[in-house]
């Protein structure tokens, strides 16, 4: 690896003003260099914070969502050059200080992604997660490593780096733009054969944290289930999915 500068961070923003700072303060000083912030047409002042701080910004002119921000992120990154990309919520949910804990397994070469996992931090609750949004990750991970015959702790973490050949093998553009984006690209890493590690993480929940409604929750997990099913029948040639499929190779293979 190139070293800190092929490290990029990207945040994936919407009305994160009031959270940017905290967040941005708590990167080590050695991972500052790279940060791109990706504004989904905001209605604060995001972008105007994001550039005082120094940070590259684009903006959505319209909300595109959730996973096509991501999408924007990575393009964007891999196209300068990137070698490991770090996800971070601006809303400083997540402790940015555990950033050297995913990158590490990478730059050893031990994986192709990392992900900061609530459940290995042990005290998820603690942090205020609400004890439905608990039950409902536990559920939906277990449905999942049954369906990957892999075992993870969590699949819903937003807090998470990828190397350049994890994005560069998978087909990230052909996912939704939705929330439901974070769990199609683990499914496409799973369906690729790539490696992944986890890292125990503790998160904050409080008001300016940004958190999706109960309703917007349930067509999540409906969502994910949904994912989980194309996965299931794709990888038992009952129905290809092009989308698991990675880049270069043809459906018709």
């Known amino acids: 690896m190139g070293g800190f500068n092929r490290v990029f961070i990207v945040l994936p923003a919407f009305n994160a003003a009031k959270t940017l700072e905290w967040t941005i303060s708590e990167i080590p000083t050695a991972y500052r260099k ?3 912030l990706v504004d989904d047409a905001s209605t604060d002042n995001t972008v105007e914070v ?3 701080l120094g940070i590259q910004v684009i903006r959505h002119e319209k909300n595109r969502g959730y996973g096509a921000n991501q999408k924007t992120c990575y393009r964007t990154v891999l196209d300068a050059g990137a070698e490991i990309v770090i996800m971070l919520h601006p809303d400083h949910q997540y402790d940015a200080r555990l950033i ?3 990158v590490h397994p990478l730059l050893r070469g031990e994986a ?3 992900f900061g996992s609530r459940m290995l931090g042990g005290r998820p609750m603690e ?4 004890t439905w949004k608990y039950q ?3 559920v939906l991970t277990a449905v999942a490593n049954a369906i990957y015959g892999r075992y993870l702790t969590e699949i819903h973490s937003g807090f998470r780096a990828y190397t350049a050949t994890y994005l560069n093998t998978i087909r990230f553009e052909d996912n939704s733009d939705d929330f439901v984006f974070d769990t199609e690209i683990i499914a496409q890493g ?3 054969g790539l490696f992944f590690k ?3 993480i503790e998160t904050r929940y409080f008001p300016e944290a940004s958190s999706i409604s109960f309703g917007r929750s349930i067509t999540y997990g409906l969502g994910v289930l949904s994912v989980l099913l194309r996965y299931f029948l794709h990888s038992r040639g009952v129905l290809k999915d092009p989308r698991l499929l990675p880049r270069g190779v043809s459906a018709d293979v």
């Open 100 to 102: 050297p804990d995913l």
């Open 50 to 52: 994001a550039r005082s």
């Open 127 to 130: 942090g205020g997660m609400p």
């Open 198 to 200: 986890e890292v125990p």
């Open 136 to 138: 409902a990750n536990i």
């Open 190 to 192: 799973m369906a690729a």
């Open 112 to 114: 192709d992604a990392a």
């Open 34 to 36: 790279n940060l791109l």
